[in-house]
């Protein structure tokens, strides 16, 4: 028995919640949002961090909680837990971030030990030590997944000489990083010009920036803002077949021209790429998994960077299917560029690209996300209004002049992680090859 789908209800406006914003004297722009649902706050801190050392960078960001002059790492996380709170640090090509939550009752508590790990991180040596070993070690399981390979060849094969094409830190340099030298990058680069604090809980966001001030208004550092190059075009080359002998899956990975958010077909791009692989419902899935079963999870999306967008793909396939699965990709790509999409098959996308924005605010640590990576590129919460008016007004003809521009198979970089002496003729036989070998 077949059953017919009900219509697709219209969708809800969006309605960005207010954020209050104010830039202390020591430059930092707080912004704090009221969301009331529960007696939580979110905290996201976000310090521009480009081209700093790779290997010192993201032993930093491990060890940033790990103690001050008057506190040690377990210290700061029973100072913060007597708050129901947590901190942690993540680290990224262009951001350090600094994330967590606790009750809204003590936000004053969480900030003031936000405070003294800003101005007063210790980074003692055993603590360094053991982040140290940790970090080596994750390094060395991330290169022996094919996943982790394919996408360092693929980010190598993007961007060149540029900083974005090496994100991972070689074990042997991670291993030299000293405290001293952790210190001194802290002095040189963690500072709150040019930083972004978001506050999201259930508090008058008045309040909430006076406390900001008050706990950070003594942070200060004379280092310098450091900016990224432009990220290259990408430049079509032949594929990069990278050998994994023995392997029985290839890893699948292209590359295509995007733009950023503030772009006239940044909306009507991201439809496209829905159409195509952006989610469950899309051409590409239902190909090469629901049709064909070459794969489980192939998914497409929009990166972006602060020195350039990309749309990127992925798939895990079977040795034996790679060149199929290949041959059914560039087919997809082709198709969209080629052909309008279906109006139904639109429609679908617009509803499930506008949901997204909904859900990514019902929550509190949802919405201090986006309010955070969105400050980062210089936005507000009002930009989500425009963007799901720009998603709502796209046409079949918007969509598919966006898909012709940036989705042409022509325009990609692509790598294939895999068993080169088995795969290599069908891959051949589809496009040009270039022979690699996997680099960590």
Same mark, same amino acid.
């Given at each position: 028995?077949?059953?017919?789908?009900?219509?697709?209800?219209?969708?809800?406006?969006?309605?960005?919640?207010?954020?209050?914003?104010?830039?202390?004297?020591?430059?930092?722009?707080?912004?704090?949002?009221?969301?009331?649902?529960?007696?939580?706050?979110?905290?996201?801190?976000?310090?521009?961090?480009?081209?700093?050392?790779?290997?010192?960078?993201?032993?930093?960001?491990?060890?940033?909680?790990?103690?001050?002059?008057?506190?040690?790492?377990?210290?700061?996380?029973?100072?913060?837990?007597?708050?129901?709170?947590?901190?942690?640090?993540?680290?990224?090509?262009?951001?350090?971030?600094?994330?967590?939550?606790?009750?809204?009752?003590?936000?004053?508590?969480?900030?003031?030990?936000?405070?003294?790990?800003?101005?007063?991180?210790?980074?003692?040596?055993?603590?360094?030590?053991?982040?140290?070993?940790?970090?080596?070690?994750?390094?060395?399981?991330?290169?022996?997944?094919?996943?982790?390979?394919?996408?360092?060849?693929? =980010?190598?094969?993007?961007?060149?000489?540029?900083?974005?094409?090496?994100?991972?830190?070689?074990?042997?340099?991670?291993?030299?990083?000293?405290?001293?030298?952790?210190?001194?990058?802290?002095?040189?680069?963690?500072?709150?010009?040019?930083?972004? =604090?978001?506050?999201?809980?259930?508090?008058?966001?008045?309040?909430?920036?006076?406390?900001?001030?008050?706990?950070?208004?003594? *942070?200060?550092?004379?280092?310098?803002?450091?900016?990224?190059?432009?990220?290259?075009? $990408?430049?079509?080359?032949?594929?990069?077949?990278?050998?994994?002998?023995?392997?029985?899956?290839?890893?699948?990975?292209?590359?295509?021209?995007?733009?950023?958010?503030?772009?006239?077909?940044?909306?009507?791009?991201?439809?496209?790429?829905?159409?195509?692989?952006?989610?469950?419902?899309?051409? *590409?899935?239902?190909?090469?998994?629901?049709?064909?079963?070459?794969?489980?999870?192939?998914?497409?999306?929009?990166?972006?960077?602060?020195?350039?967008?990309?749309?990127?793909?992925?798939?895990?396939?079977?040795?034996?299917?790679?060149?199929?699965? =290949?041959?059914?990709? =560039?087919?997809?790509?082709?198709? $969209?560029?080629?052909?309008?999409?279906?109006?139904?098959?639109?429609?679908?996308?617009?509803?499930?690209?506008?949901?997204?924005?909904?859900?990514?605010?019902?929550?509190?640590?949802?919405?201090?996300?986006?309010?955070?990576?969105?400050?980062?590129?210089?936005?507000?919460?009002?930009?989500?209004?425009?963007?799901?008016?720009?998603?709502?007004?796209?046409?079949?003809?918007?969509?598919?002049?966006?898909?012709?521009?940036?989705?042409?198979?022509?325009?990609?970089?692509?790598?294939?992680?895999?068993?080169?002496?088995?795969?290599?003729?069908?891959?051949?036989? $589809?496009?040009?090859?270039?022979?690699?070998?996997?680099?960590?």
């Amino acid at each position: 028995m077949t059953h017919t789908l009900p219509p697709l209800g219209p969708s809800r406006k969006l309605k960005p919640p207010k954020e209050t914003e104010r830039t202390l004297p020591n430059g930092l722009t707080v912004l704090a949002i009221r969301r009331p649902a529960v007696p939580l706050v979110e905290v996201r801190l976000r310090v521009p961090f480009a081209r700093a050392h790779l290997a010192r960078s993201a032993l930093l960001s491990q060890t940033l909680l790990s103690g001050t002059a008057t506190m040690s790492t377990v210290d700061v996380a029973a100072e913060l837990q007597t708050v129901g709170g947590a901190l942690s640090a993540g680290l990224d090509p262009d951001r350090l971030v600094v994330s967590g939550n606790g009750l809204v009752t003590g936000l004053d508590r969480i900030l003031d030990v936000l405070a003294e790990v800003l101005t007063g991180a210790a980074y003692p040596k055993t603590e360094v030590a053991v982040e140290r070993d940790r970090l080596v070690d994750r390094i060395q399981v991330a290169q022996s997944q094919p996943s982790h390979l394919a996408r360092a060849a693929l =980010l190598r094969r993007m961007y060149g000489s540029h900083p974005y094409a090496v994100q991972t830190p070689e074990v042997d340099q991670v291993e030299a990083v000293r405290p001293g030298q952790l210190r001194a990058l802290h002095a040189a680069r963690i500072h709150p010009a040019g930083a972004t =604090l978001v506050l999201v809980g259930d508090f008058s966001p008045g309040k909430a920036l006076d406390s900001a001030e008050r706990a950070l208004a003594g *942070w200060t550092g004379a280092g310098a803002n450091v900016t990224l190059p432009p990220a290259p075009p $990408l430049a079509p080359a032949p594929l990069l077949l990278v050998d994994r002998p023995g392997a029985v899956q290839s890893s699948l990975r292209m590359a295509l021209p995007a733009v950023g958010r503030t772009h006239p077909d940044h909306a009507a791009l991201q439809l496209a790429n829905l159409v195509f692989g952006g989610y469950f419902s899309s051409r *590409w899935v239902e190909n090469i998994r629901e049709d064909k079963g070459y794969t489980y999870g192939p998914h497409s999306l929009i990166e972006h960077s602060e020195a350039g967008s990309s749309l990127v793909l992925a798939a895990e396939v079977a040795t034996e299917v790679t060149g199929p699965a =290949l041959l059914e990709t =560039l087919y997809e790509l082709g198709r $969209l560029a080629s052909l309008p999409p279906k109006e139904d098959e639109l429609e679908q996308a617009r509803q499930y690209a506008l949901g997204t924005l909904q859900l990514g605010m019902s929550t509190q640590a949802g919405l201090a996300s986006l309010a955070s990576t969105y400050a980062g590129f210089g936005l507000r919460l009002d930009y989500l209004t425009e963007h799901s008016a720009r998603l709502a007004k796209a046409t079949r003809e918007d969509v598919a002049a966006a898909a012709a521009k940036y989705l042409a198979p022509a325009g990609a970089v692509t790598v294939v992680l895999g068993d080169a002496d088995k795969v290599g003729a069908a891959v051949a036989a $589809l496009t040009p090859v270039e022979r690699g070998v996997a680099q960590p």
